[in-house]
């Protein structure tokens, strides 16, 4: 059918089909944009007319100062690694829904050229929980950075318990980090 109109008739064809294109270009998002545009204009000339910000920008701004006060209390020290990882730490084991505990150990590095001044630090967890909660928080472990890296995990079941609500399959991650403090 095309084949069968001539080039005039093709070239008016198109420029209506693009006239088309554009007009529901207009209707589905340019006249959107617009609109905004608009109204933004029109809020920012209310905003500048009123001198003041508004009771809500006021109030989240004493919130703010308010929480920003509390949290500088709880501030640690960057030279307090095993508070920061234990913060990190158990910050993840509490979002995966599992149990924690921490035993530190600190080994020495052998005195060779490259580990001159340095401390291999090993800091062993003890997590307990289901079996998704654990994968989720070794994924979790695997993926933090600034804590160091995961040297050994060791998963297996919890001792038996005479009650029946505690004898769910309840199991026991011990993970041992390592990291090198310069």
Avoid: C
């Avoid at 060791?154 to 403090?181: F, H, T, W, Y």
Wanted: charged share 25%; glycine share 8%.
């Amino acid at each position: 059918m095309l084949e069968k109109l001539n080039p005039k008739t093709k070239k008016i064809a198109l420029g209506l089909l693009m006239l088309l294109v554009l007009y529901l270009a207009y209707l589905l998002s340019f006249k959107k944009s617009i609109s905004a545009a608009v109204l933004n204009a029109q809020l920012n000339a209310v905003g500048e007319s009123g001198g003041e910000p508004p009771l809500a920008i006021a109030q989240l701004e004493r919130e703010h100062g308010f929480y920003l006060a509390v949290l500088k209390g709880y501030q640690v020290r960057s030279e307090d690694r095993e508070s920061r990882l234990w913060q990190a730490v158990s910050g993840m084991a509490i979002t995966t829904g599992t149990a924690i505990g921490f035993s530190p150990e600190m080994v020495t590095a052998l005195s060779d050229t490259a580990a001159v001044d340095s401390t291999v630090l090993f800091d062993s967890f003890t997590f307990s929980g289901g079996y998704k909660n654990l994968v989720r928080l070794l994924d979790t472990l695997s993926k933090a950075k600034g804590i160091g890296r995961i040297a050994a995990a060791d998963l297996g079941k919890q001792k038996a318990s005479s009650s029946q609500d505690e004898r769910k399959e309840k199991l026991v991650l011990r993970l041992k980090m390592a990291a090198i403090r310069r």
